[in-house]
């Protein structure tokens, strides 16, 4: 099936996604994201078709919205493979070069600011501003600055005074 230039040149748009660099608007399936280690050549060894079912059933459409949605993506996704004329390795390494595993999420600067305000303990300020000196690298035990907030961490209001 030939590449429908006009969905994948959209301005900020890839399948359906707004790609524009703002993470704050990215889906939330997005955010948390597993340790992945560069692999040179990546194989399928075995596949647990009762396993991959029931998470294509449950998981991917709770991700998506709906299979479709899914294999809509998927299939512009293969196309997009196929143009990049590089092997899956190479575009695995790229992607974990620019998409950071730790960014500075509300909750995490609620947080900071809190005990910055409240206690005068600078000491979490500190912390963020060294992980998110390195956001592409996984750094030893903090791992929770990747995750998206918990449903009791979450912040509804925000001000702009920076």
Same mark, same amino acid.
């Given at each position: 099936? %030939?590449i429908?230039?006009?969905?994948? /040149?959209?301005?900020? /748009?890839?399948?359906g996604?707004?790609f524009?660099? +703002?993470?704050?608007?990215l #889906?939330?399936q997005?955010?948390? &994201?597993?340790? #992945?280690?560069p692999?040179?050549? %990546?194989? $399928?060894i075995?596949?647990?078709?009762?396993?991959?079912n029931?998470?294509?059933?449950?998981? $991917? &459409?709770?991700?998506?919205?709906?299979?479709q949605d899914?294999?809509?993506?998927?299939i512009?996704? *293969?196309?997009?493979?196929?143009?990049e004329? /590089? +092997?899956?390795?190479?575009?695995?390494n &790229?992607?974990?070069?620019?998409?950071?595993?730790?960014? %500075?999420?509300? =909750?995490r600067?609620? *947080?900071?600011?809190?005990?910055?305000?409240?206690? /005068?303990?600078? +000491?979490?300020? =500190?912390?963020l501003i060294?992980? $998110?000196n390195? #956001?592409?690298?996984? *750094?030893?035990d903090?791992?929770?600055?990747? =995750? #998206? %907030? &918990?449903?009791?961490?979450r912040?509804?209001?925000?001000?702009?005074?920076?």
């Amino acid at each position: 099936m %030939p590449i429908d230039n006009n969905i994948a /040149s959209t301005r900020n /748009s890839f399948c359906g996604f707004n790609f524009d660099n +703002s993470f704050a608007r990215l #889906p939330h399936q997005f955010y948390a &994201k597993v340790s #992945p280690t560069p692999v040179t050549n %990546p194989t $399928l060894i075995a596949m647990n078709e009762k396993m991959t079912n029931e998470f294509y059933q449950t998981a $991917l &459409k709770d991700m998506f919205g709906s299979t479709q949605d899914f294999e809509l993506w998927y299939i512009c996704w *293969q196309e997009r493979l196929i143009a990049e004329d /590089s +092997s899956l390795a190479e575009i695995a390494n &790229k992607m974990l070069s620019v998409n950071p595993q730790y960014i %500075p999420r509300n =909750h995490r600067i609620e *947080q900071v600011i809190d005990a910055a305000v409240e206690k /005068s303990d600078f +000491s979490l300020m =500190h912390e963020l501003i060294s992980v $998110l000196n390195n #956001p592409y690298s996984e *750094q030893e035990d903090m791992q929770h600055y990747a =995750h #998206p %907030p &918990k449903n009791n961490e979450r912040v509804h209001q925000t001000f702009c005074g920076t």
